[in-house]
């Protein structure tokens, strides 16, 4: 159908081929409407029906209680950064941060400008190689709330299990949202952009328990106000409307897999052949602890950084894109989303051997 | 191609189907790179070159000096009427508003969030039905700024002349940017939601002057902050990749087409034929004052509410799509932005003149 590369991009990352196939159709003709995807009104029926449906997938894939409200809202996963501590923290509040990797630190740094923020754990002086277990942190009585990165894009990590607290918990989960199964009941907010596991940039999803609707201090500008959009079910304002249509064309793909514990299963899967042969040779040095493991982003080095630019230049010319680390730790990394196809993790794995006995150091 | 209907909304709205039709094909396989563009890194040089040609098309068609900078943001044009104050006003700063209709309110509603607003002209009372003069209002001395909307979607109204003043002048243009030529070096800030005559849903265009960067007070969060986005290229987090695509296609057609003086006389041609007609008779009442009449939105009323809902309800069997009035004031509305085909006007009065022949009062 198309002469597809395998695309190991960390995000904006691979979509599955039939998604990319209907939105190119509903583009140019929406259900034979004669008006395309992206010039419909978002008030049109035909548009809050796409809304509504996509909403409705992710509330009974991720089984979400009713109790949550789930929002489609623009300016990326880093606009909440700020939009968290704006709603939820206050002058001489407090909340507590794990501090896992680049986005964590980029999440404390806004927090500071609304509140007291106590890191309770950091792991940047090993270049955040690994991710805390419950009794490695603690976290402050008076705290609103704990907030964690569930996976950390950059340094593949991941944590294979969630702190339990008793404060509100709160979680970005950018980078392995529905790649796994979880209780939503734990948290009070969770939030992800799209553009990763569920469909292409331009749209964040935040999913927020309704008791936090009300916690916003008065003077918060109108869109900035989580319960705004809560209130008018994400369509205050013009919503980014292809955004969310792809996210719900993503999501029955998904669901005619078999949903989330179906794709955690092939997600292990595609994990472990990678991570296995890593194990098997000391040519190839993966980034995280291993307890701390990713299933999502793999990132590894080889020998030198001669010998790994030779092998992502080389990895590119046989269709196998985007392996580059990212700027601030370097080396490579293999980003295999819920999309990403299991045949390019075998090809990765195929090249990696065949690459290694050229290449001896 | 694709059996088409004439899409009058007011935004989303109807874009060229040439652009449609190579977005479709973009969608699944970028210029044969295998990739999708919904899919491929923002990093990668084939998106960053999306971005730049966009950047630079715009800049030659607006003709913007090289002092001011162009930025892609997200959260729609509604998030800049709380930016727009947070980075150019403070404690005990004035800025002076023209009140034209619903944007304006809601952006003076912001305004006052983060200083004192100066309302200098209001039409509320006369249902927005005109713009004013530069005689009917006065900027304080001690204003940082003027706003207005240059055109007023929901009340089909438009500035036929700028605001002359020494202040830093602000304007909303998100319903008539690229529709006739104007003089960015007139302007402090000027921006625009693409969904109208740009693209689809999810880009925001600002165009902001270099020297304004500077006003941000400190402790601003940093995605708010006009100049982290001015700094990076609109590349500091992930942008809305798929948005900035569409406006670079819709440009591209745009200059094929002669550019923005070519547009303004065919938008001048389409406007008039419809109000021309509306002028001949009494049957159809335009909601603007003449000399506030705009170009892109034509707001009308028939004799009674009852022929304007049959009007509509006929108009939409025969392939005249969305020509139901804001909810606001009712009545009718024909959107004919920049993409809106000459044809579908021509169509649009030949059915009004039926429409009155069949249904005297």
New interface residues.
């Given amino acids: 159908m198309?002469?597809?590369?395998y695309?190991f991009?960390?995000?904006?990352?691979?979509?599955p081929?039939e998604v990319?196939?209907q939105?190119?159709?509903d583009?140019?003709?929406f259900k034979?409407?004669?008006?395309?995807l992206?010039?419909?009104?978002?008030r049109?029926k035909e548009f809050m029906a796409v809304t509504d449906n996509t909403e409705s997938l992710l509330r009974e894939l991720m089984d979400i209680p009713d109790n949550y409200k789930v929002l489609f809202l623009?300016?990326?996963?880093?606009?909440q950064?700020?939009m968290i501590p704006?709603n939820l923290l206050g002058d001489g509040k407090k909340a507590t941060y794990l501090n896992t990797g680049t986005w964590s630190k980029?999440a404390i740094?806004?927090a500071k400008?609304f509140g007291t923020v106590d890191v309770a754990y950091s792991s940047e002086e090993q270049t955040f190689n690994r991710v805390p277990g419950q009794s490695e942190y603690t976290v402050a009585p008076d705290s609103e709330y704990l907030y964690f990165v569930s996976n950390n894009t950059i340094y593949g990590t991941q944590f294979p299990d969630f702190p339990e607290t008793e404060k509100v918990l709160i979680s970005d989960m950018s980078s392995d949202i529905l790649s796994r199964k979880i209780d939503v009941s734990r948290f009070g907010l969770i939030f992800a952009?799209a553009?990763k596991n569920m469909?292409?940039?331009?749209?964040t999803v935040v999913i927020i328990r309704e008791d936090l609707l009300d916690r916003t201090p008065e003077?918060t500008?109108?869109?900035?106000t989580y319960k705004t959009h809560a209130d008018k079910g994400s369509m205050?304002?013009?919503?980014?409307?292809?955004?969310i249509y792809?996210v719900g064309e993503v999501l029955k793909w998904l669901k005619k897999l078999g949903g989330v514990e179906a794709i955690e299963a092939i997600n292990r899967e595609k994990a472990g052949i990678l991570y296995d042969y890593i194990d098997s040779t000391e040519y190839y040095r993966g980034h995280a602890e291993k307890e701390s493991r990713s299933m999502m982003n793999i990132s590894f080095n080889l020998p030198t950084p001669e010998l790994e630019a030779q092998f992502i230049a080389e990895a590119t010319e046989i269709?196998l894109?985007?392996l580059k680390g990212h700027r601030s730790i370097g080396g490579c990394r293999a980003s295999i989303y819920n999309a990403f196809p299991r045949d390019g993790v075998v090809k990765l794995v195929a090249f990696m051997k065949e690459f290694e006995g050229r290449n001896k150091v």
Same sequence: chains 1, 2.
């Fill in positions: 198309v002469d597809r590369v695309n991009s960390p995000g904006p990352a691979t979509l081929v990319l196939v939105a190119a159709k583009v140019v003709n034979e409407t004669g008006i395309g992206i010039e419909m009104s978002h049109s623009q300016g990326g996963a880093s606009s950064f700020y704006m980029k740094k806004e400008l952009g553009q469909g292409p940039a331009g749209v003077n500008p109108t869109m900035l205050f304002n013009t919503p980014p409307c292809f955004a792809v269709g894109n985007g």
